[in-house]
């Protein structure tokens, strides 16, 4: 079911799946993605868990207000989580999403009882990558392209600092050697972060490698 609500300000669209007495699942997708993203795995888990799948702003249907501070993307999570009453949930979250996903993990240690981020950079300033070219793609703003782009280049050296706060079990998944990100990097930063390589996968390992991933996810999720 897809629903809508305000929170931090904006208009965010989610996707809800799942026994409402089951417990709280939140997967949060990559950039240029939204919720669809996670057509199949969202099926998978809501098999035992009440899941919802948020657009991110600047995503999808979810509002497009022209800044994308990550810190404030973080906050849209918690106040969904304010609306939806959850006071702990399970997250996962896949690149930018992962991003998000650890912020809130730091910000929030009481929201946040399991968190698995897929192929998610740490925040350090990332390197050689290509400038971002415009084109006809759609479902995303290109403001928050750029907005983000900049703070993957420039992160908050406080988001580095802030890794060894997250209290939360944490399981980190690589895509192997065709990954573009340091996974090893980021898990050797969270207190306890459980590293798990799945080589050949690359960036997109829930779409690559989906039986691997959700084994290493399901696994983990059930303690």
């Not at 990550?70 to 918690?78: H, K, S, T």
């Not at 996962?92 to 929030?108: E, K, R």
């Not at 009481?110 to 698995?116: A, G, N």
Request: charged content about 20%; overall charge negative; hydrophobic content about 40%.
């Amino acid at each position: 079911m897809i629903r809508d609500v305000q929170v931090n300000g904006i208009r965010l669209v989610y996707r809800e799946e799942g026994d409402p007495a089951a417990p709280p699942l939140l997967l949060i997708h990559g950039r240029t993605a939204d919720h669809n993203d996670w057509n199949g795995i969202t099926q998978h888990f809501a098999a035992r868990y009440h899941v919802f799948v948020p657009d991110l702003r600047g995503h999808g249907a979810s509002d497009h207000p022209g800044e994308y501070p990550l810190p404030a993307m973080a906050e849209d999570i918690a106040a969904l989580l304010d609306h939806l009453g959850v006071e702990r949930t399970r997250l996962v979250g896949h690149s930018l999403g992962g991003i998000v996903a650890y912020l809130v993990a730091m910000n929030h240690p009481d929201r946040v009882e399991r968190l698995v981020l897929e192929d998610v950079p740490p925040p350090q300033p990332l390197r050689g990558r290509a400038p971002i070219v415009e084109d006809e793609s759609t479902g995303f703003d290109w403001r928050m392209m750029h907005d983000t782009e900049r703070q993957f280049l420039d992160p908050d050296p406080a988001w580095l600092k802030g890794l060894a706060d997250i209290t939360a079990p944490t399981l980190v998944l690589s895509g192997g050697a065709t990954s573009p990100f340091d996974a090893a990097g980021l898990a050797a930063r969270i207190p306890g972060a459980e590293l798990v390589t799945i080589e050949g996968a690359g960036h997109l390992i829930h779409i690559s490698a989906r039986g691997r991933f959700l084994r290493a996810v399901d696994g983990f999720l059930n303690g």
